[in-house]
C-alpha cells in the first residue's frame, strides 16, 4: 500500500490550491450586460481584475460583483457543480462558471461571458429557466408503475440499475439545450436535457410507461429533430453521454424494444 | 403589493420541504415559496447516503440505530425524536425507492448499503453498514427524486421568491401564524401569503463560516424571520465541523470516502485515528475526527509547507471501486485541486458543514413559543429546525434522513391543521417591515459594503468559533459581530432596480447571517462545557449536572429599539438511554 508522505506530494508536483503562494495575475472578464430597465440594448462591458488563475470563473464574477460593480447579475448557489444555477456563455462554450477555472481558460485573452442562448435574457447572466422546465416536465419525468406497490423495495439487478446511471447525473443546468443549434433556430423542439430525462425513466427496469414517453418523443418536436451535432455532450459539466442518450432513445422508437 | 391565499404555505424547497409538499399537496391547496429553483437547492449536495436499518447487507435494526444517534450527539438529543427518526427511517427509504430514486443495489436486487461515521452494530461493537446510497450522489438523487415527484403531484411553486417576514398575531394571548410576506426577485414586488399554516424548510445559516461546505444562499432566512418576530432558537451554538473538506475551499467530500475504506494521515504518513478513536477509528464521528484533525495540526504533524491540512488517502483503493462509488468525489479533487485520487492523497480540512440547531420544534413538526408552548400553525423540518434528533453533533447521514421523516410529518400535520383551522385575519399593513426594509436598503447612502462586512464576519467566526472555543475567543467574536452589526446599519447597495436585484438581496442575506452569528455566539458563551461539536477548551468535559439541557435563545427589544438576546433553557427528553462518557 502506498503511505504518502509529505514529500511525496510535494515532489509529484500536486498544484496546490493556494491563494498566498500563487501569484495572481491580472484578466479581463468581458461580459455581455443587459438590464431593461436601463436600456433595451446588450451591450459588452470590461472588467479588469486581479485573481488568483486557480479561482473559478465565478469567483472572479463574485469579485466584480462584490468589489466593482453590485448590479452585475447572475445565478448561482453550491459553487462546485452540483446544483446547476449557472451555465454561461465562456468564450463561446457553455460551462459552468463554478466549474471552470480561469487557469483552464486562457487568461491572457480577454474572457467573454454571456447569458446561454436560446432562452430569453432577463437581465445580464439571467435567462428565463420557464421554457426548459415545461420541457422537463412535458416527458413526464417520474417512475410510472402498475398494480399494486410491493412492501419492500422494488428489486432492480446492479446491471439494470447501471442502464441508466449516466442519465440520472442530469443537474438541469441547461447547457446542453442551449448550445443546440436545432433548439437556438426552434424553441418548440424538447431539447437534449428533456430528452436525457426521458431516457433515464425509458431505461429504467421499474418503469412501465416507456411507450408512452416514447409517443410523447416521437412528436414532431421530438427526437428526430437531433442532427446529432453533440455539441450537447461536450457542453455537459456532468459529463454525461448526452449524444449517445438520444441515439438510444432513437434506436428504442424504431425497434420498441427497451 | 399582491395579497395571495392558501391553505399552506410551504419556505423552501430543498428535500424537506418538497418532501412536506408531496404530502400536503394531497391533502390541502400549497404553495412552495423558495429563493432558488427547487433542484438547486443544497440538498442536492449532500453525498454519502441516507441511513436506515434495513438489514440488507448484514444484522441490524432501528434500536441500535436510535442509539448511534443519542451517543452521536452526544445525549442532548431528545430520545423520542431519535426514536421516531430511526424506526420511521425504513419506510422512508422505501417510500423514496417507489418515488423512483435509483439506490445502489446489492447482487440479489435490494438497496445496497455502506458504512458511515458513528453507525454501529450492537451499541458500539464494530462499523455497520446501514447507509443507503446513490453513488456519492444521494443527495442529487433524493433532491431529483423529490422534485420529480411533485412535479407528478402537480406542486404549485413560487420560484425565486424570498420569503423575509413571519405574520404572528396574538389572539387570546396565544401567538398566531397568519401567513408570511415574501418578495419577487424578477420584479421587486412584494407579496403577502395568507394562509393556514406555514412550514419552514429553508435549510442552514453555514455561510457565516469562510470555509464551509454550504452553499452561497445558505444564509439562514427562516430561522431570522422567526428569530426577529419573538421566537426562540434552540441549540445554535451546535454547529457541525465536517471532518474532510478540500483544504481552504470547503467543499465537501463525503465521509462515504472513509465509509469506502479510505483513511486519514498526517505528515508522518500516520493513520492517526487509530490513537483518538480505537474501534471505530476513521469512522469515529464527525466531531471527534475534526478536532483530532486539528490536534495533529496544532501539534505540528499537518501537512503541506503551513502544516495546515492534512490528508484523506484513497490511493490504497482500486481505481474502479472509486469510479463506481465516489465517482463526484474524485472528480472534484481533479477538477478543483488538480490532483489525482487515484494516486495522490487528497489535501483536507474540518468544512463548516451543519446547523444542528435551529427552530425549535414538537415530533409533528410544530414550532414552539417557549420550552412547550405550540404555535397554532407554524411548523419546521430540516436542518432550519431542531426536533432535536441530532443533539450536540449530527451523525452523517441523519440529515437526508431528517428532512425525510420530519417533512414529511411536518407535510402531513400542517395539511391536517389547516382543515381543521380558519385564516387568521392578517395584521394591519401586513407588508410594512418588508417594505421598510427593502426601501431603506435600496435609498441608503451609507459607505460599508455588504462583502467587506461578510468577510470580516466570516474570518472572526472562523478564528473565533469553529471547532476550538474559549471563553476569550468566544467574546472576541461576540465583540466584533457587535460592531459589524453597527456597521451593517450604514450599509448600501449599487443596485438600485427592481429586476432581479441580487445585490439587495445579499445585503438581506447578510442582515440575517450577522443576527444568528451572534446567537450562536452568545449561546456558546453560556455553555461552559464541552459537548458534541461545541468545545471548550477551558471547560474540556461534558458537565451533565449543569449542561444536560437545550439551549433557547429570545430577541428582547428595549423600549428604545435596542436588541439583546436572553438565554433560556429547555430540559432533553429522555427516555431509556442513560447518559454514558462517549468513545469510538
Ligand atoms: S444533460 Fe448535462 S448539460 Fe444537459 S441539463 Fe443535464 S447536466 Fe446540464
Ligand atoms: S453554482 Fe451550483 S452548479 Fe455552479
Known sequence: MATPTLDKADTAGAPEPGFADSPYITVTFRIRRFNPEISEEATWEDFQLEIDPKERVLDGLHKIKWELDGSLTFRRSCAHGICGSDAMRINGKNRLACKTLIKDINPSKPITIEAIKGLTVQKDLVVDMEPFFQAYRDVMPFLITKGNEPTRERLQSPEDRERFDDTTKCILCAACTSSCPVFWNDGQYFGPAAIVNAHRFIFDSRDEAGEQRLEILNDKDGVWRCRTTFNCTDACPRGIEVTKAIQEVKRALITRRF | ?584
Not at chain 2, 413571519?166 to 418578495?183: I, N, P
Not at chain 2, 476513521?282 to 495533529?296: C, H, K, P
Open chain 2, 1 to 584: 403589493m399582491k395579497i395571495h391565499k392558501y391553505d399552506t404555505v410551504i419556505v423552501g424547497a430543498g428535500g424537506a420541504g418538497m418532501r412536506a409538499a408531496i404530502e400536503s399537496t394531497k391533502r390541502s391547496r400549497t404553495a412552495v415559496l423558495t429563493k432558488l429553483y427547487p433542484t438547486r437547492s443544497h440538498t442536492g449536495a449532500a453525498q454519502g447516503g441516507m441511513a436506515a436499518a434495513l438489514a440488507n447487507v448484514e444484522e441490524d435494526n432501528w434500536e441500535w440505530h436510535t442509539f448511534d444517534t443519542i451517543k452521536g450527539g452526544d445525549y442532548l438529543v431528545d430520545q423520542d425524536a431519535a426514536e421516531i427518526l430511526a424506526k420511521e427511517a425504513i419506510d422512508a427509504v422505501l417510500d423514496l425507492e417507489k418515488m423512483g430514486l435509483p439506490f445502489g443495489r446489492t447482487p440479489a436486487g435490494e438497496i445496497d448499503q455502506r458504512r458511515f461515521g458513528g453507525h454501529s452494530r450492537n451499541h458500539g461493537e464494530a462499523p455497520v453498514r446501514r447507509a443507503c446510497y446513490s453513488g456519492d450522489r444521494t443527495g442529487h438523487m433524493i433532491l431529483q427524486t423529490l422534485y420529480q415527484n411533485c412535479i407528478k403531484e402537480g406542486v404549485e411553486f413560487f420560484n425565486e421568491f424570498y420569503v423575509l417576514d413571519q405574520l404572528l398575531v396574538e389572539e387570546d394571548g396565544v401567538k398566531k401564524s397568519a401567513g408570511v410576506v415574501a418578495y419577487e426577485l424578477a420584479t421587486g414586488e412584494i407579496h403577502v401569503f395568507q394562509s393556514k399554516s406555514v412550514i419552514y424548510a429553508s435549510g442552514g445559516t453555514g455561510k457565516f463560516f469562510k470555509v464551509t461546505s454550504n452553499a452561497h444562499t445558505l444564509t439562514g432566512d427562516g430561522q431570522a424571520a422567526c428569530y426577529r418576530r419573538g421566537l426562540p432558537l434552540e441549540d445554535m451554538e451546535f454547529f457541525q465541523f465536517h471532518p474532510t473538506g478540500i483544504w481552504r475551499m470547503g467543499i465537501l467530500l463525503t465521509e462515504g470516502a472513509r465509509g469506502e475504506g479510505g483513511i486519514l494521515r498526517n505528515k508522518d504518513g500516520e493513520r492517526f485515528m487509530e490513537k483518538y478513536a480505537p474501534v471505530m477509528k476513521d469512522l469515529a464521528s464527525r466531531d471527534v475526527v475534526s478536532r483530532s484533525i486539528y490536534t495533529e495540526i496544532r501539534e505540528g504533524r499537518g501537512c503541506g509547507p503551513e502544516g495546515d491540512h492534512v490528508y484523506l488517502d484513497l490511493t490504497h483503493l482500486p481505481p474502479e471501486q472509486l469510479d463506481a462509488k465516489l465517482p463526484d468525489i474524485t472528480e472534484f479533487a481533479r477538477t478543483y485541486l488538480g490532483i489525482e485520487p487515484y494516486t495522490d492523497p487528497i489535501p483536507i480540512q474540518p468544512t463548516a458543514h451543519y446547523a444542528m440547531g435551529g427552530i425549535p420544534t414538537n415530533v409533528q413538526g410544530e414550532v414552539l413559543s417557549d420550552n412547550t408552548t405550540v404555535v397554532p400553525g407554524l411548523y419546521a423540518a430540516g436542518e432550519v429546525a431542531c426536533v432535536s434528533v441530532h443533539g450536540a453533533n449530527r451523525l452523517g447521514t441523519n440529515s437526508l434522513l431528517d428532512i425525510n421523516v420530519f417533512g414529511k410529518r411536518a407535510g402531513i400535520a400542517a395539511a391536517e391543521y389547516a382543515h381543521t383551522a380558519d385564516y387568521i385575519e392578517l395584521p394591519e399593513n401586513p407588508a410594512a417591515q418588508v417594505q421598510a426594509q427593502v426601501e431603506n436598503l435600496l435609498s441608503a447612502t451609507g459607505t460599508e459594503r455588504v462583502a467587506v462586512i461578510r468577510k470580516e464576519l466570516q474570518e472572526t467566526m472562523d478564528a473565533n468559533v469553529m471547532v476550538f472555543r474559549t471563553e476569550q475567543t468566544i467574546k472576541t467574536a461576540v465583540e466584533k459581530i457587535g460592531e459589524l452589526r453597527e456597521r451593517y446599519r450604514n450599509v448600501s447597495v449599487q443596485d438600485k432596480g427592481k429586476r432581479f436585484n441580487t445585490d439587495l438581496l445579499e445585503a438581506i442575506e447578510l442582515g440575517n447571517l450577522l443576527d444568528l452569528a451572534e446567537v450562536m455566539a452568545v449561546s456558546a458563551l453560556a455553555r461552559k462545557e464541552s459537548r458534541g461539536g461545541h468545545y471548550r477548551e477551558d471547560y474540556p468535559n461534558r458537565d451533565d449536572v449543569n449542561f444536560m439541557r437545550h439551549t433557547m435563545a429570545y430577541r428582547e427589544v428595549a423600549d428604545g429599539g435596542k436588541d439583546s438576546i436572553r438565554l433560556d433553557y429547555k430540559p432533553v427528553v429522555q427516555t431509556r438511554y442513560q447518559p454514558m462518557e462517549r468513545k469510538y
